[in-house]
């Protein structure tokens, strides 16, 4: 059993940064791939960037030049750095991890406004 935890959220204006982390608690080499997620009230949990074993970087295209995604497997850690934070970013972010079985976090609150 792997526990993720987030880590990093918070309130921050229109332009700002954040850089969130999710720390492993085994280790995230086995994983295929590790990804960000968030989700607003009343709608359905959307993917923000993912990454995989061997580095490759996904995005979605509402944050592509504004996040991004990387590894630490060293430390069992992912990261999400944030930049240009704009309002419609705020949402609840979670941690996402899969391989033979999917693990998520409990997650972290973005909120970006003036």
């Known amino acids: 059993q792997v526990q993720l935890v987030e880590s990093g959220g918070g309130l921050v204006q229109p332009g700002g940064s954040l850089r969130l982390s999710c720390a492993a608690s085994g280790s995230i080499f086995g994983f295929y791939a590790m990804g960000w997620y968030r989700q607003t009230p009343g709608k359905e949990r959307e993917l923000v960037a993912s990454?995989?074993?061997?580095?490759?970087?996904n995005y979605a295209d509402s944050v592509k030049g504004r996040f991004t995604i990387s590894r630490e497997n060293a430390k069992n850690t992912v990261y999400l750095q944030m930049n240009s934070l704009k309002p419609e970013d705020t949402a609840v972010y979670y941690c996402?991890?899969?391989?033979?079985?999917?693990?998520w976090g409990q997650g972290t609150q973005v909120t970006v406004s003036s």
């Open positions: 990454i995989t074993s061997g580095g490759s970087a």
């Open positions: 996402n991890a899969q391989g033979l079985t999917t693990y």
